[in-house]
């Protein structure tokens, strides 16, 4: 790393990238990523990812979000397909700042404690989170043949629950 060529080339005015100490994520598939907006949803994190042209290199994505409405927890959930697509994502985006959104902290790309699709299906099909369609977590692929009654179960609680409020409200 030559730091005073580094340097040379940095252009004032332009944003720059931050990087994180943990250059690797050792192979690792499932991100963290830290400093998302607070005002951000899940569909505009999943169309920045896919515009930057990792469409079809991930099949779980999350972005919980308050209960209350008053935006996210400021970090989301990927699982890429193959450790260098997750690789490839934090070199894209640890570092950097979402869309047209001015944050004062870079996103900062981290590996998951939970690893792989498999893990990632059981806990969250395990319920606990907001299982409302707008803040559910996406699963981009078929879920494991045992998974998918206990997806179905969860959905089908969640929508009678959307109804049961939105009744109450009229």
Do not use: W
Not at 14 to 31: D, Y
Not at 74 to 91: D, H, R, V, Y
């Amino acid at each position: 790393f030559d730091l005073d060529h580094l340097a040379l080339n940095l252009h004032i005015g332009e944003p720059q990238k931050v990087f994180s100490a943990n250059l690797s994520l050792e192979g690792k598939t499932t991100v963290m990523v830290r400093n998302v907006p607070a005002n951000f949803v899940q569909q505009e994190l999943m169309r920045e990812i896919n515009t930057a042209g990792f469409s079809g290199m991930y099949d779980f994505l999350y972005l919980p979000m308050h209960p209350k409405g008053c935006g996210n927890h400021s970090s989301a959930f990927i699982n890429f397909t193959t450790p260098e697509a997750a690789e490839a994502f934090k070199l894209a985006f640890g570092g950097s700042r979402l869309g047209h959104f001015n944050s004062s902290h870079p996103l900062d790309i981290v590996a998951a404690d939970l690893q792989g699709f498999e893990e990632i299906a059981a806990h969250y099909l395990a319920g606990g989170q907001d299982q409302r369609a707008c803040h559910a977590p996406l699963f981009l692929r078929p879920l494991p043949p045992h998974r998918q009654l206990q997806a179905q179960q969860l959905h089908v609680a969640a929508c009678s629950e959307d109804q049961n409020q939105e009744t109450m409200l009229f």
